[in-house]
């Protein structure tokens, strides 16, 4: 497993059930059933690279966010909907590039 950046762990409630959890090369997503996520493991090499892409996906949220919050603040008008949801998706589509 040393040859990957990133390994996943299946959530808990596998174990809390009475299965084995399973390591797996790719993120299999939320259990069907709770919707508990699965465990991101990261090469501690790779920490500080990690941490850095973190930060900058909160700073871009955050940017996002006080500019929603600064629409909510301006008189109502028309395209005050349309904007919201513009700056949304871009936040989101520039998380999704990163």
């Known amino acids: 497993m040393s040859d990957h950046r990133v390994i996943w762990l299946q959530p808990r ?3 809390e059930a009475g299965e084995d959890r399973h ?3 790719d993120d299999q997503g939320p259990c069907e059933d709770c919707g508990m996520p699965s465990v991101k ?3 501690a090499s790779q920490h500080e690279a990690e941490i850095a892409k973190l930060r ?7 940017s996002a966010l006080f500019r929603i ?7 109502a008008s ?3 909907l349309d904007e919201i ?3 949304t998706e ?5 998380e999704k590039n990163t």
């Open 13 to 15: 409630c596998y174990e």
């Open 23 to 25: 390591w797996c090369q």
């Open 41 to 43: 493991y990261i090469l």
């Open 56 to 62: 900058e996906q909160l700073g871009k949220a955050k």
């Open 69 to 75: 919050m600064d629409l909510a603040e301006a008189p």
């Open 78 to 80: 028309e395209g005050l």
């Open 85 to 87: 949801q513009r700056i």
């Open 90 to 94: 871009v936040a989101l589509s520039d």
